[in-house]
């Protein structure tokens, strides 16, 4: 069997929906688990802790007393930047422009991939990021006792001084690429899988699929009323302040979508569509 | 005064001698450089068995999920050099016994492979073996990349570290991705 147009058509997203989000943290421990994260004697010591996802608590007011007090939880990980091509150049995402290494990279599939054996631990990635997805490895992973021998197999552990992040779990992508090889189906397009964190998920709340498939679940999901994206109120400009304010500024075009329908929460997150 | 010289130097010399000595017999230690000699293997006979007959994949075959079984086991051999076959014969497609395998058991695997990957490089043999240009003829072959292994007559390395550039050198002349992400995670 020989397939003619080997190229990759398709354009991994993801939708979180906040309002089925019960801040659970599964997809952070799988994630965790998935990625072969250290372990620290002190892990709410944020500049040394590793993690590719993070939840972020949002509440609407510090003093708020008790019938007003709300409270969500954002997944955050890397946001898979497309960034925008303004002055005719290429379409970067923040991260992979500043890079001086070529350590970080688009992949044909729209996910950004950051390789830790070539990075030199500059650390202008992690500055550039507007989402501070990026971790940096202060200190050489360790484990304990027999954890090592547990380890994914496919993920490699990164090495002190070098920047890590969320990639999808593309490894899965790959594992998924050769079963399908081995199964005798060829077409690149037919590979589909599920990251770690989504297929955790107990509510569901995480969806994974295809932006450029018109008929998938996460393409109908993006285009509904609930999605908006950490893109500071830029998206619900009207389109020709969108494009003025695209041009003047970093804008970093992410894949990752979050639903919410709460009023709060927008307005603490400063989306102000439907509000 | 040259001989004063010469004896001078004669300390250091010999240290730097024996300190060599040490570090390259530890060297060949840790990479195991010794471990084809435990088993002698010709891989030049065996690719002229009318039972393998040239085909790589009889012994490196692959698991069901497309993985790369690498370095056969002792079971492997002894399924064809069964463990109570006959010692001699004239035929040479007739496997005989071979009393070495007798210290093994079947899970073992005495050899050690010169081809390795960095624990990052997410790599299939499967994938690359499979793909093909339209005519059928197949892009790689194990040769590509691995040498001559099958003219070879013993366990010695043959080919030389593989850089990445090889990699990405057939992946541009065959108009393959070359994207970071396709082989490393």
């Known amino acids: 069997?020989?397939?003619?147009?080997?190229?990759?058509?398709?354009?991994?997203?993801?939708?979180?929906?906040?309002?089925?989000?019960?801040?659970?943290?599964?997809?952070?421990?799988?994630?965790?688990?998935?990625?072969?994260?250290?372990?620290?004697?002190?892990?709410?010591?944020?500049?040394?802790?590793?993690?590719?996802l993070e939840l972020m608590k949002v509440t609407n007011d510090r003093d708020a007393k008790f019938p007003d007090v709300k409270t969500a939880y954002l997944p955050k990980m890397c946001q898979q930047c497309e960034g925008n091509d303004t002055h005719g150049h290429?379409?970067?995402?923040?991260?992979v422009s500043v890079c001086?290494?070529?350590?970080?990279d688009v992949g044909d599939d729209g996910v950004v991939s950051q390789i830790w054996s070539r990075c030199i631990g500059c650390r202008y990635c992690q500055t550039a990021c507007p989402y501070e997805a990026r971790v940096f490895n202060w200190w050489k992973p360790e484990y304990e006792g027999t954890f090592k021998e547990g380890l994914n197999p496919e993920v490699s552990v990164a090495s002190r001084g070098t920047i890590v992040?969320?990639?999808?779990?593309?490894?899965?992508?790959?594992r998924e690429r050769d079963k399908a090889v081995a199964k005798g189906i060829l077409d690149i397009n037919a590979v589909t899988y599920t990251?770690?964190?989504?297929?955790?998920?107990?509510?569901?709340?995480?969806?994974?699929?295809?932006?450029?498939?018109?008929?998938?679940?996460?393409?109908?999901?993006?285009?509904?009323?609930?999605?908006?994206?950490l893109v500071n109120a830029i998206d619900d400009q009207p389109e020709d302040k969108k494009k003025a304010l695209m041009e003047k500024k970093q804008y970093p075009n992410p894949k990752v979508y979050y639903l919410t329908s709460q009023k709060w929460l927008r307005d603490m997150m400063r989306f102000k569509k439907n509000s | 005064m040259r001989r004063s010289l010469l004896l001078f130097f004669t300390p250091f010399i010999l240290f730097t001698w024996i300190f060599l000595g040490i570090s390259s017999k530890g060297c060949a230690d840790f990479m195991q450089a010794d471990a084809a000699k435990k088993l002698p293997f010709?891989?030049?006979?065996?690719?002229?068995?009318?039972?393998?007959n040239g085909n790589c994949e009889v012994c490196h075959?692959?698991?069901?999920?497309?993985?790369?079984?690498?370095?056969p086991t002792v079971g492997q051999c002894t399924s064809c050099h069964a463990r109570d076959g006959v010692l001699n014969s004239n035929d040479p497609n007739v496997p005989r016994r071979k009393p070495m395998f007798d210290s093994y058991k079947d899970t073992d695997k005495p050899w050690t492979s010169w081809a390795k990957q960095p624990d990052l490089v997410y790599f299939s043999h499967k994938v690359v073996m499979t793909a093909q240009f339209e005519d059928g003829r197949k892009k790689a072959r194990c040769g590509s990349c691995h040498g001559d292994k099958a003219n070879s007559i013993n366990g010695d390395m043959i080919k030389g570290k593989m850089l990445m550039g090889q990699c990405m050198d057939c992946h541009t002349a065959l108009h393959i991705s070359n994207k970071c992400a396709v082989c490393h995670d």
Not at chain 1, 90 to 95: S, V
Not at chain 1, 100 to 104: H, L, N, R, S, Y
Not at chain 2, 61 to 69: D, K, Q, S, T
């Open chain 1, 1 to 52: 069997m020989i397939v003619k147009d080997s190229k990759m058509k398709r354009k991994w997203g993801m939708a979180i929906d906040l309002d089925k989000c019960t801040g659970c943290g599964a997809c952070s421990l799988a994630c965790n688990q998935e990625n072969n994260m250290p372990i620290f004697e002190d892990d709410s010591d944020v500049p040394k802790r590793v993690a590719f």
């Open chain 1, 90 to 95: 290429k379409a970067d995402p923040p991260c």
């Open chain 1, 100 to 104: 001086p290494a070529v350590a970080t």
């Open chain 1, 165 to 174: 992040k969320c990639t999808f779990c593309s490894h899965i992508w790959k």
């Open chain 1, 195 to 229: 990251p770690a964190c989504a297929a955790a998920c107990p509510t569901g709340a995480i969806v994974f699929g295809d932006l450029n498939d018109p008929n998938s679940e996460i393409s109908k999901l993006a285009k509904s009323d609930r999605a908006v994206r």
């Open chain 2, 42 to 52: 010709n891989h030049k006979s065996h690719m002229q068995l009318a039972a393998i």
């Open chain 2, 61 to 71: 075959g692959y698991e069901e999920n497309g993985r790369f079984l690498g370095i």
